[in-house]
């Protein structure tokens, strides 16, 4: 386990001065704290949310450097029109911020729905669809600006708790927090060879937003630990800017940071036993890669 010390007034956070940053998200929360926290250390960013109200309120309040573009993660041309509309206006990309995600509230799943002739129905799979496929399309885009741009630039997605652990009542959103660890730990290496883009996530515990309103009471009934927005931000700015931080997480809980991923690596000959350990060492040590047969020699 490795704590991490984020004042609240870190230096660290000076350096996103000038730096383009777009954002998933933004208009509510973690995101909107986010906003707040890159215009109050001089970044610019344009930001991406269903919420047109509280979205175009939240760029008129802080002025012309921050941007809000409507539209949904789930819809590739609305995230593609910020990106190109960004990097039209400011030559440059330098940080991207997947932060959009919703609460499975909105569809269980699991629950027998019947059409009218009684056939058990699908499920729409729109928290996945937000919570995970909008990610991929944000970390797509990312990747493809800093390359062609040749920017060193960094993503930072936001996880959870439930990338990690397992949350009951929401199966399907778990499914897409361990996806977006999943989607930047197998990007890690890969990123590291090319030596130009970096990729973290943050992974906030139960944090006081409009997602966990009617529930908080119950938290602050145990005493459980209770994130402040503006907490999960400071992890998301030190790790965008901060140049030791790539494939890592940082689990946020009642404004504390623990780095997560490098514990894991450390401890794997305890959890997967040494052989299983050997086995994957040697196939990264052989630089073996599933997928694409010819990217392997
Ligand atoms: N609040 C928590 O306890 C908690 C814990 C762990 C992780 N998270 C994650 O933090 C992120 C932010 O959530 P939050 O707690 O700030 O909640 P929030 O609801 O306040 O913020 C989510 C934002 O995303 C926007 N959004 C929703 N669907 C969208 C879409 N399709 N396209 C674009 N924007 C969309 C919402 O309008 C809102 O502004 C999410 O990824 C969430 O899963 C939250």
Redesign the pocket.
């Known amino acids: 386990m490795s704590a991490i010390d984020i004042a609240p007034d870190s230096p660290v956070f000076s350096d996103v001065r000038g730096k383009v940053v777009i954002l ?10 986010t906003v707040r926290l890159l215009n109050e250390h001089g970044a610019i960013v344009s930001f ?4 047109r109200a ?2 175009e309120e939240l760029a008129a309040e802080l002025g012309d450097n921050v941007h809000f573009f409507h ?5 590739w041309e ?1 995230q593609l029109k910020v990106f190109e509309w960004t990097v039209e206006r400011y030559g440059r990309v330098d940080i991207v911020l997947a ?5 499975e509230v909105v569809e269980d799943a699991f629950a027998d729905n019947f059409d009218e002739s009684g056939k058990l129905q699908a499920p729409t799979l729109i928290v996945l ?3 995970l496929r ?2 991929i399309f944000t970390v797509k885009l990312a990747l493809s600006y800093f390359r062609r741009l040749k920017i060193r630039g960094s993503i930072v997605a ?5 990338s990690y652990l397992d949350t009951p009542g929401i199966p399907v ?1 778990n499914g ?2 361990h996806g977006v660890i999943g989607l930047v730990r197998s990007l890690r290496d890969s990123l590291k060879e090319e030596g130009l883009i970096r990729a973290n996530v ?11 309103k009617n529930l908080i009471h119950f938290w602050k009934r145990e005493g459980l630990p209770i ?1 402040e ?1 503006v907490e ?1 931000a400071r992890a998301i700015l030190f790790l965008a800017v901060n140049p030791d931080y790539h494939g890592k997480s940082l689990y946020v809980a009642a404004g504390t940071y623990t780095e997560l991923e490098g514990s894991i690596l450390a401890t794997q000959e305890q959890w997967l036993g040494k052989q299983n350990t050997a086995w994957v060492n040697l196939r990264k040590a052989k630089n073996l890669k599933m997928g694409k047969p010819e990217d392997n020699v």
């Open positions: 998933t998200g933004g208009a509510t929360g973690i995101g909107a704290a991406l949310d269903v919420n509280v979205g539209g949904s993660v789930t819809t609305d932060n959009a995600g919703i609460d669809d937000v919570t909008g990610v936001t996880g959870s708790a439930a959103y897409a927090k943050v992974a906030p515990s139960f944090t006081a937003t409009s997602f966990t994130n927005p999960v």
